[in-house]
């Protein structure tokens, strides 16, 4: 209809006789008016605030739709729009939004760019945001899916985190479902017991500071949901943990945890001559083993001179983490013709891109791993590297282990222990996670080390591990019996072991690459037993551990799965006894190394000890990098290594 016909119309309403309404009403009044007394700024209101309330309504009722685009061009406007949102959450139909005779909701389009508001989340966001959630340190961990089946497959991880109570959980869910809050919460059997925050959609970043988004990666999750969470998620530099559909089974030990996707591993391992058939089985165990919610690690293959052709076969195809980047071979030209040679050469292997996250697994090529090998190397690392509590006591932490050595020191008995773990200074290349920062301090202590050896005529390191032992490992124990380090020997049950080592290949080149062992040696045949993870607890050190067919980390751990802080756990010294974190041993080992191999007299000045760096058990001419840092003396720097000495603070317990 016209414009100027409609005018007509509503102007002939106006105008209608005064007999056609009671007397005295207001439409009588009204009615009594001329058309021409209207004005006309009066009558473009009335028609316009029509076309805005019109307009109003029907994008209401789009809002509520939110289904993806069929076209690209439409696809990509659907992305912008969950973009400018972090965390995505169920809106709810609007109360106004026309509805069928059935009650249920048709989208006629699925089409929508527009920004979007929810007015549900004034009741959850404020409380949250009173416990801490505001500020960016917050303990937030965000659980967001918009399908109701990836609800379903997330709230028990969830209540389970919150049972743990290490962080506040809160649940976002979004979806086209017109259901309530407390109608998913209903059918998902959630109790009071579980104190998850539930929210409808909203802009969480300013009052949440979620540490960390979990999202189903299933096929039944909205993959729009999914690309565009993760995409606004990392321009906020928000880790997002993608789940899969058996995360309820396999990944539940991560409840247990306040620390997220921090940590990447790189994997050395040196294969020596002749050994295609135990480093094939180890690859092998590397490509089907779990890498959970993270970057498959990058494999450095250490190549002997000499390769076989089943290996170089092997190599041509192997891929991990359905790439061949993911794997870097070296080829060395010929043997180490000195222990040193060689020490040096696994030193280089590896260099931390940033030392606090980057982190050495040095694997055995005799060795073999379960599929949830990654899952408890990730869980510890996170647990007592990274998380609230390991942030403040990892300091004297120089690694994890998983594996356990047959001899100590100078061939003396491992400790004993009625205990899944145990703190040792000695250090271990079977299988062994090394920290990024002490690696780094590693490299400066050896360069300085040799530089003392070459210009001030030092002597070099005492070999103590025994000649079946790789000869950089002396450098890692010197320094750990220095600075009071200690490794974290994590071992589990001797029948369901992550790890175990073969013992079919026993030569001294294994290790160094450098002589053959003699005839007879009892160093060379304890060491070339299997001592796998765990072994020790049945009374047998020889016994090959078996791995576990346990789809669950959490079945294998006792606690339920809750690792114990390292006050509770049993330290050792080197030879085997009981002792303590950082004890004033430690501090006496340090003056003498100073005055026996650093170069330092009395009248040397004393340097402060710095971050990633051994400088300060030198004095050598050319070194400027500590001048002017002074302590008073010797025993104000062991009460500060003493007031160092990791407490554990008070950490949340389940309930």
């Not at 028609?47 to 309504?57: M, P, Y």
């Not at 089409?111 to 004034?122: A, K, S, V």
């Not at 321009?235 to 997220?260: F, H, N």
Request: glycine content about 6%.
């Amino acid at each position: 209809m016209p414009p100027s016909h409609r005018l007509r119309v509503f102007d002939e309403e106006l105008g209608k006789r005064n007999d056609d309404h009671k007397p005295g009403s207001r439409h009588a009044l009204r009615s009594s008016w001329p058309p021409w007394s209207i004005s006309a700024r009066f009558r473009r209101r009335r028609v316009l605030a029509l076309a805005l309330f019109t307009l109003s309504v029907y994008f209401l009722f789009r809002a509520a739709c939110f289904l993806r685009s069929g076209t690209a061009n439409h696809r990509s406007a659907s992305h912008s729009s969950f973009r400018d949102i972090l965390s995505v959450g169920h809106a709810g139909l609007p109360p106004d939004a026309p509805r069928p005779a059935d009650g249920t909701l048709r989208c006629p389009s699925h089409y929508y760019d527009g920004p979007i508001e929810f007015t549900r989340l004034g009741l959850t966001l404020p409380v949250a945001a009173k416990n801490g959630g505001s500020k960016f340190g917050s303990s937030n961990v965000l659980f967001a899916a918009a399908n109701l089946k990836s609800v379903a497959a997330l709230v028990p991880l969830a209540c389970e985190m919150a049972r743990w109570r290490r962080s506040d959980v809160q649940f976002v869910v979004m979806g086209r479902d017109d259901v309530s809050m407390e109608e998913i919460m209903k059918i998902n059997g959630v109790s009071s017991q579980c104190t998850v925050t539930w929210h409808g959609l909203g802009y969480m970043h300013n009052l949440l500071h979620p540490q960390v988004v979990l999202i189903d990666d299933s096929k039944q999750e909205d993959p729009s949901f999914q690309e565009a969470l993760a995409g606004k998620a990392g321009s906020l530099s928000i880790p997002v943990i993608r789940l899969p559909g058996d995360a309820l089974e396999t990944l539940m030990w991560i409840t247990r945890l306040d620390a997220w996707n921090k940590a990447t591993i790189d994997v050395l391992i040196r294969a020596p001559e002749g050994s295609s058939g135990s480093l094939m089985r180890l690859l092998q165990s590397l490509k089907h083993a779990s890498i959970p919610f993270s970057p498959p690690p990058r494999i450095i293959v250490e190549l002997p001179p000499t390769i076989d052709l089943p290996t170089q076969e092997y190599l041509k195809h192997f891929e991990f983490g359905n790439s061949v980047n993911q794997v870097t071979l070296r080829h060395r030209l010929r043997a180490a013709v000195s222990p040193e040679e060689q020490a040096l050469q696994v030193l280089e292997s590896f260099f931390p891109r940033t030392p606090s996250h980057s982190n050495l697994l040095v694997l055995s090529p005799q060795g073999e791993l379960s599929p949830l090998f990654f899952h408890y190397v990730k869980y510890a690392l996170l647990e007592y590297r990274h998380s609230s509590y390991g942030t403040k006591s990892h300091n004297h932490l120089l690694g994890l282990s998983f594996g356990l050595p047959s001899r100590g020191i100078n061939s003396s008995e491992i400790p004993s222990v009625n205990s899944t773990a145990f703190l040792w200074p000695v250090p271990d290349d079977r299988a062994a996670v090394y920290f990024g920062e002490k690696w780094v301090e590693l490299h400066d202590f050896v360069r300085r080390r040799l530089e003392a050896q070459q210009t001030l005529q030092k002597p070099a390191i005492t070999r103590r591990l025994g000649a079946k032992r790789s000869y950089w490992m002396e450098y890692v124990l010197e320094l750990a019996t220095l600075r009071g380090y200690q490794m974290l020997y994590s071992l589990l049950d001797a029948s369901n072991g992550i790890v175990t080592i073969h013992s079919e290949l026993d030569s001294a080149a294994d290790v160094d690459g450098v002589a053959s062992a003699k005839d007879g040696d009892d160093e060379t045949a304890s060491w070339g037993s299997s001592v796998a993870a765990g072994a020790y607890l049945s009374g047998s050190s020889k016994a090959e551990t078996g791995l576990t067919s346990h789809r669950s980390l959490l079945s294998l751990l006792p606690a339920e799965g809750d690792l114990p802080g390292l006050e509770d756990i049993p330290v050792f010294t080197e030879s085997g006894q009981r002792g303590a974190l950082m004890d004033q041993k430690a501090t006496q080992l340090a003056s003498a190394f100073k005055r026996d191999v650093g170069g330092c007299d009395v009248d040397s000045r004393a340097r402060k000890r710095k971050d990633l760096s051994a400088a300060d058990l030198f004095c050598l001419d050319d070194d400027n990098d500590n001048d002017g840092d002074e302590e008073e003396n010797d025993e104000a720097e062991a009460a500060s290594s003493n007031a160092d000495e990791p407490t554990k603070p008070q950490r949340k317990v389940a309930v």
